[in-house]
Nanobody, 121 residues
């Protein structure tokens, strides 16, 4: 069982930035961020495979950037120029051994509890 812990959420004004962190209990080959707003489906934000393989939905580029953190089991999501529509609960997901270039929720085995991001003036 892989445990995932997200931190870094909060409230920010439009145009601001936030840096989310996800720390896994073990090294995971693939990690990803998803988000979900009330009444909406959970959607993929970014995926990371290995050290530098990335996948984003086109509409989020280039405002969001996913990367490995200083620790090998840490993943970072840097979010810039935030908009009110980015408001959501953000979830970390991971696969321990598989290379998962996917933003489908059913491609991921492990999930964190989420961290809230609110963008409002």
């Amino acid at each position: 069982q892989v445990m995932l812990v997200e931190t870094g959420g909060g409230s920010v004004q439009p145009g601001g930035s936030l840096r989310l962190s996800c720390v896994a209990s073990v090294f995971c080959r693939s990690m990803a961020w998803f988000r979900q707003s009330p009444g909406k489906k959970r959607e993929g934000v970014a995926a990371l495979v290995g050290e530098s393989g990335t996948l984003y939905p086109n509409y989020l580029m280039p405002r969001f950037a996913i990367s490995r953190g200083n620790a090998t089991n840490e993943m970072i999501l840097q979010m810039n120029n935030l908009k009110p529509e980015d408001t959501a609960m953000y979830y970390c997901a991971a696969n321990e051994d598989r290379a998962s270039y996917s933003l489908r929720t059913d491609s991921w085995s492990y999930w964190g509890q989420g961290t809230q991001v609110t963008v409002s003036s």
